[in-house]
């Protein structure tokens, strides 16, 4: 039996048991640990800095315009059918997937009807804090296990235009990532970051080829959107994917470093990750 096959079967048994779990209302109620994203604590941040790690930090940036399509497609299919939460990853490391789920983060918080968590989920692996420039405070297994209040976990990275993003980061690295992921301290966790008005909760999460996390974590989610990129992705590496993903709501790939221009990119676009 090949990796993926093993990674198949242990995610299809933690998705199954996951969804056991889950009350038939979708989610756990939220707790009382309730929040508005603008009353997350800012952290300052370099803009200069944030361009240097390709992030898009104003409607100037080459890639703004494809990213704003991106959110416009996203939030016309997420609101139609009522869904507030979002699984980015991709197939394997370099294909942008990071970088992806932080600026699709950054366009839905420039949507005046919208407020944004992202959230580092990548537990083996975590890095968006890297790309903010920001040292966390708050470990996020004590934010998991209610040691540490939720709302002194998040962040609010102090940039314009972004008022309405907030950040649940992570630093360390867990060996139980997938366990951590599927415990019913993350199904209270989701539902508390979720519970707001025009709340979009966005989750980094491992390659998808990697880890069964994605697969795992599957169940707590609306729907997933699948990275790939240009001359890295390789095709038995989709086809793959497309066999994991099979009976999952995938919303959408986004094809990253694209040499030609995709008319309807909301299934591919030519953005330099």
């Not at 300052?44 to 944030?50: C, G, I, K, P, T």
């Not at 996020?140 to 008022?163: I, K, N, Q, Y």
Request: proline share 4%; with cysteine; charged share 25%.
């Amino acid at each position: 039996m090949g990796h993926i096959d093993r990674a198949l079967d242990r995610a299809a048994q933690r998705a199954k048991k996951a969804r056991q779990e889950l009350p038939t209302s979708d989610l756990v109620e939220p707790s009382t640990e309730k929040f508005d994203v603008d009353a997350v604590r800012r952290a300052e941040v370099d803009s200069a800095e944030l361009r240097k790690n390709r992030l898009v930090t104003d409607d100037k940036a080459p890639s703004d315009a494809a990213y704003r399509m991106l959110r416009t497609r996203l939030l016309q299919r997420m609101r139609t059918n009522g869904w507030n939460t979002l699984a980015v990853t991709g197939m394997s490391p370099g294909e942008g997937k990071t970088t992806t789920a932080i600026n699709l983060s950054l366009a839905l918080a420039r949507d005046v009807n919208t407020s944004v968590v992202l959230v580092d989920l990548d537990l083996r692996k975590p890095s968006i804090h890297r790309y903010f420039g920001l040292d966390p405070r708050v470990d996020f297994h004590d934010c998991l296990s209610g040691r540490v209040p939720l709302t002194e976990a998040l962040v609010r990275p102090d940039l314009d235009g972004a008022d309405r993003l907030a950040l649940l980061l992570n630093t360390n690295s867990y060996s139980n990532a997938t366990e951590m992921i599927t415990s019913p301290e993350m199904r209270r966790l989701v539902a508390n970051l979720r519970a707001g008005k025009g709340r979009i909760v966005v989750f980094d999460t491992p390659p998808l080829l990697v880890t069964d996390d994605v697969l795992a974590f599957s169940p707590f989610v609306s729907g997933l959107l699948l990275v790939a990129c240009q001359g890295i992705t390789k095709r038995d590496d989709l086809l793959a994917a497309k066999e994991l993903l099979q009976g999952l709501n995938l919303v959408g790939t986004v094809l990253n470093r694209s040499s030609e221009e995709v008319s309807q990119y909301y299934y591919g676009y030519g953005y330099r990750a």
